[in-house]
């Protein structure tokens, strides 16, 4: 069966580190993986998703970036943290097109990110 | 691109309590998803319905896609349903990107 790991659970950063936070999915090849934000109010953001190695798709220009270095490894980076990167960042995948019948997503446990 | 709203926003309810959750979107889609987030953080997908109904134990959905609705029911609720319920949508022909609601989050007391 397929499973999602993404670690830390959470992160205090002091603003202007850098930031980086992994997810791996197993069971599965090529996956389609997705990072989302969920900031304190309840919605979700997508901020980045890959369709393949290499292939990011960024939503909302911010101060984040993604990589994708492996098939199942999906990388959420930034080089100086903001305050405003504070949030609860989640990774998810599926095994193609969200827009495809039968698609479904699947998350991760999530990040708790708190910069300082 | 695509709304998808939800309601109540938050819902209060003592156990046993039946509850229905709403889910409003403002196009066709081609993909209809709910899910449930615990207090802990964690999101379950619940269901795959961009149309028809499904069941599965105490929960049920229905989603009526010529009417761009569809809704969660919670029967006999439990402590245990607590959290936050989202809805979350796609559409046919898109990136592929599901579209999520602000969620409705509910209390069941003991």
């Known amino acids: 069966s397929q499973t999602i790991h993404q670690w830390p659970a959470t992160l205090v950063q002091p603003v202007g580190s850098p930031l980086s936070l992994e997810c791996t999915v197993e069971g599965t090849s090529n996956p389609n993986l997705y990072w989302y934000r969920q900031a304190a109010g309840r919605g979700l953001q997508l901020l980045f998703y890959?369709?393949?190695?290499?292939?990011i798709s960024s939503e909302v220009p911010q101060n984040l970036s993604a990589s994708r270095p492996q098939d199942r490894q999906f990388i959420l980076s930034s080089k100086k943290l903001l305050l405003s990167d504070s949030g609860f960042y989640l990774c998810a995948w599926s095994t193609g097109s969200l827009a495809r019948a039968n698609e479904k997503l699947f998350f991760g446990s999530g990040t708790q990110l708190s910069v300082l | 691109g695509i709304q998808v709203e939800q309601s109540p926003p938050d819902l209060i309810l003592q156990e046993g309590a039946n509850s229905t959750l709403r889910c409003n979107f403002s196009d066709s889609v081609n993909n209809l998803q709910w899910f449930h987030q615990n207090p802990w953080g964690q999101l379950i997908n619940l269901f795959y319905i961009p149309s028809g109904t499904k069941q599965n134990g105490r929960l049920s959905a229905t989603t009526v896609a010529t009417e761009r609705y569809s809704l969660l029911y919670i029967s006999s609720s439990q402590t245990t349903d607590s959290g936050v319920y989202f809805c979350?949508?796609?559409?046919?022909?898109?990136?592929?990107?599901?579209?999520f609601g602000k969620g409705t989050k509910l209390s069941v007391k003991p």
């Open positions: 890959s369709v393949g190695i290499g292939q």
């Open positions: 979350a949508a796609a559409l046919y022909g898109s990136q592929g990107n599901l579209i």
